[in-house]
């Protein structure tokens, strides 16, 4: 199953995630937050009402939040 990237496309802190992902070669899932309302109500469920991307999903168990304790908050959209 591949790795769930939660992400939006403004955010340099999902890119720098993006990035790594391909250089290691995993394979993943993306779901842009903001324009899918889904994705971004699955974030919430899995990362609570104050969710920030990145998140990176395995298995479905959230395995990281933001880059070093980085990242861009999701509006409630």
């Known amino acids: ?6 992400t939006t496309k403004t955010c340099q802190y999902c890119a720098q995630v993006r990035d790594q ?3 290691d070669g995993v394979e993943y899932v993306e ?6 309302p889904a994705a971004r109500a699955h974030l919430r469920d899995l ?3 104050n969710a920030m991307v990145p ?3 395995e298995d479905g168990r959230v395995t990281q939040v933001g880059v070093g ?3 861009c908050y999701v509006s409630a959209g």
Do not use: N, T
Not at 1 to 6: A, G, H, K, N, R
Not at 31 to 36: A, G, L, N, P, R
């Open 55 to 57: 998140v990176l999903v």
């Open 47 to 49: 990362a609570g009402a």
């Open 21 to 23: 992902l391909e250089w």
């Open 1 to 6: 199953m591949p790795v769930e990237l939660f």
């Open 69 to 71: 304790g980085r990242g």
């Open 31 to 36: 779901h842009d937050v903001e324009s899918d």
